[in-house]
């Protein structure tokens, strides 16, 4: 049986949905792939519970769910303590082959990503953040080597503008479970030229703009989706388009754009004078919106378009609010809360290539995490 060590960043829905599976799929893992996932190291934000000889047994794994569940920090477990450095957990607790597993949502992961992939480990996020910061961050994350010869390699040799796979993977941070990046990756590798990718990446967004469809009024849509949880606690969070934005960034930098968060145009869904109100003002001064987006809805159906949320990467531009779709193109028939990816290349012309799919929720995301280990497993 092969080991496969694994150190984990973030025992939030994810995380704890991921050490889950992971025991629940022992058997599994065993008979298929002979490989039995080890895990040395789980840390939240200011614990962990290390183990880097033998790995954490299933009795302790279900303990760490259940506290976690239960709100409790590892800091106060039994068998954790204090960490405010996941650089020394990593230093610590890893060893050859380890796969360094990010399910945070903080930028804070940063220089531990980064000395993992030093020591040669590798690395699987469905955190964003680090992808979406500095161009120099990314490439080094994803060893994407993407300067035309000039970029350096780990041995310090000039890359190609080839993407190495080997050592990274990044699946979960776009569409969540959906293969979105994969499926970008094969047409960039295949040499196929995409010429534009055009998705919706937002559930809370696409409840939003079928409701607008359906002739409710902006502020009754909001308003349910908040009573309902599918927004963030604050709205603005989701209406203001930003985590929209690191979604198109990460695609638009998987075809080798140098480009950063700030050069993504966003037109969130409210104006910017409404950002200093509290919550409740917010929720109070929707109605005022309602008429524009009437207005927007009934313009677009007069030229038989829809109005989508979406993301649009093409001609160098990376482009997030809301789009006017036809409404027979695959986004234009969208409705409700799924994800929807078109990727319109030399091949998939005119008509796209389309992912589609739930595109959130901890379990289809930890299984997307899963998956990306087992393929690093593989990988030299
Ligand atoms: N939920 C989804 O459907 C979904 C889908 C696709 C991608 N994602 C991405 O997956 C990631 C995790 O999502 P989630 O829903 O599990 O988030 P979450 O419930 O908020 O959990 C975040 C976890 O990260 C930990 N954390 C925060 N700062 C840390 C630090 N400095 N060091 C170590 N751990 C730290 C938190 O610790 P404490 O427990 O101590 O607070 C918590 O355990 C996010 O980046 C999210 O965007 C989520």
Not at 50 to 56: N, W
Not at 286 to 293: I, N, V
Request: charged share 20%; aromatic share 6%; hydrophobic share 40%.
């Amino acid at each position: 049986m092969r080991s496969l060590p694994i150190i984990l960043f973030g025992v939030g829905g994810v995380g704890r949905a991921l050490l889950r599976q992971i025991v629940e799929q022992r058997s599994f893992h065993a008979l298929q792939y002979g490989l039995r996932l080890e895990l040395l190291a789980v840390c939240d934000s200011d614990g962990a519970v290390i183990e880097p000889s033998d790995g954490l047994d299933d009795v302790l794994i279900d303990e760490i769910i259940a506290a976690k569940e239960a709100g409790r920090r590892l800091a106060q477990h039994p068998a954790g303590g204090v960490q405010n450095d996941l650089y020394g957990i990593v230093d610590i607790a890893g060893r050859a082959g380890t796969v360094v597993v990010d399910c945070t949502a903080t930028d804070a992961t940063v220089p531990a990503l980064l000395f993992a992939r030093d020591q040669h480990y590798k690395i699987v996020l469905a955190n964003k953040k680090p992808l979406t910061i500095d161009q120099e961050v990314y490439d080094r994350l994803t060893s994407a080597g993407v300067t035309n010869g000039s970029g350096m390699g780990d041995n310090g040799e000039g890359l190609a503008p080839v993407r190495q796979l080997s050592h990274s993977r990044w699946e979960t941070t776009v569409g969540a479970g959906l293969p979105v990046i994969v499926t970008l990756n094969r047409l960039v590798s295949s040499g196929d030229e995409v010429k534009r990718i055009t998705g919706t990446f937002s559930g809370t967004l696409g409840f939003v703009m079928t409701g607008l469809q359906e002739g409710k009024p902006f502020s009754a849509i909001v308003r349910e989706a908040h009573r309902l949880g599918y927004t963030e606690p604050d709205p603005r969070d989701d209406l203001g388009g930003v985590d929209v934005a690191r979604k198109a960034l990460i695609l638009a930098r998987g075809l080798g754009w140098q480009l950063d968060l700030a050069n993504v145009e966003v037109q969130g869904l409210y104006p910017a004078d409404m950002d200093g109100l509290t919550v409740a003002e917010f929720m109070d001064a929707l109605p005022r919106l309602d008429d524009h987006f009437q207005a927007q809805v009934a313009e677009a159906a007069s030229t038989g378009k829809v109005l989508r949320f979406a993301a649009q990467v093409e001609d160098g531009v990376c482009r997030v609010g809301p789009t006017l779709v036809y409404g027979e193109s695959p986004l234009g028939r969208l409705s409700g809360t799924d994800n929807l990816v078109e990727f319109t290349t030399r091949w998939y012309n005119p008509n796209p290539l389309v992912v589609q799919g739930r595109g959130a929720g901890t379990d289809a995301t930890a299984a997307g995490v899963l998956s990306d280990i087992i393929e690093l497993a593989y990988t030299a």
